[in-house]
């Protein structure tokens, strides 16, 4: 059971990330041959990238997130003892967090008054709760990971060891 737990928390948004990214381009795939070769679109093909793209938006944020992969600037990271260094991305992480909880309360507010009055989508005709649900889901991933990388940095900060900086995309 740990060890599935374990590939869970490893694996688990880059498998969505993979299932939404195969779904966006097969379905935009399909869509331009119906356009292109037999001059017919669809209105569900449309709506089906529209909500893959939003939730591979908000689960690759929550990935990014674990990853530490977001976009910063870190000058100042160059300059600082390993124990400031934990200060400074505990404090970011906790920036972070209370943002992730604000926005996670009010998302959960629209998708809630869209589960009470049942609204459907226009072109797949589905209800409107598990496409508007992307938002909170993913900002609940990102506080989740945010909650992972403090324990992270508390315990590097206690223990003296360099921070986890993420991945570099240039070095």
């Known amino acids: 059971m740990k ?9 688990a948004e ?3 990330l993979l299932v939404f990214y195969v779904l966006l381009v097969l379905t935009m795939s399909v869509e331009v041959v119906r356009r292109e070769v037999f001059s017919y679109s669809s209105i569900w093909g ?8 939003i939730y591979l938006a908000w689960i690759g944020a929550a990935s990014a997130v674990r990853e530490r992969a977001h976009i910063r600037i870190d000058v100042l990271m160059h300059y600082v003892s390993p ?13 972070m967090l209370t943002i992730a909880c604000i926005a996670l309360y009010y998302s959960y507010h629209s998708v809630a008054v869209s589960w009470k009055f049942g609204s459907v989508s226009h072109g797949l005709r589905l209800p409107m709760v598990w ?3 992307a938002v909170p889901i993913g900002f609940s991933l990102m506080a989740l990971r945010l909650v992972q990388s403090l324990i992270r940095d508390v315990r590097a900060f206690r223990t003296g060891e360099t921070v986890f900086e993420g991945n570099k995309l240039f070095d």
């Open 3 to 11: 060890r599935t737990l374990r590939l869970l928390d490893q694996n």
């Open 14 to 16: 880059q498998w969505a």
């Open 46 to 53: 449309e709506e089906v990238v529209r909500y893959a793209f």
């Open 83 to 95: 124990r400031i260094k934990a200060l400074l991305y505990i404090f970011g992480d906790l920036v």
């Open 131 to 133: 496409f508007l649900a």
